[in-house]
């Protein structure tokens, strides 16, 4: 049996809203208001889109997102990032999602 691999996205689309709301619910960690805040997140970027100060990498398999990263730069510094977001789909939980997502981000 072959696996399929996963796919990097970094572009934000509309229905990203509902995919980062479902991927962190499914995690069972964050509140009701941490979700919300997840979400308004993906909001900034759509609305602002390359200004906005978020930048977005999802996790992709079989055209289904698994996962995904929110970061953006530090203000002041040369090349430091916050990590404000990440979650993976909790039945993806142990398949090196989340450090595949951590390790390719674009700057």
């Known amino acids: 049996m072959t696996h399929q691999p996963i796919e990097l996205r970094y ?26 805040v997840a979400v308004e997140l993906v909001d900034d970027r759509l609305k602002r889109g390359l200004q906005s100060d978020y930048q977005f990498v999802f996790a992709e398999l079989e055209g289904r997102t698994v996962g995904y990263t929110c970061y953006g730069p530090i203000a002041l510094t040369a090349a430091s990032w916050d990590l404000y977001w990440i979650a993976v789909d909790k039945a993806m939980h142990g398949r090196r999602v989340g450090r595949l997502l951590l390790e390719r981000p674009r700057s």
């Open 11 to 36: 572009e934000v689309r509309p229905d990203d809203r509902e995919v980062v709301r479902r991927l962190v619910e499914s995690t069972g960690v964050f509140s009701p208001v941490e979700i919300d």
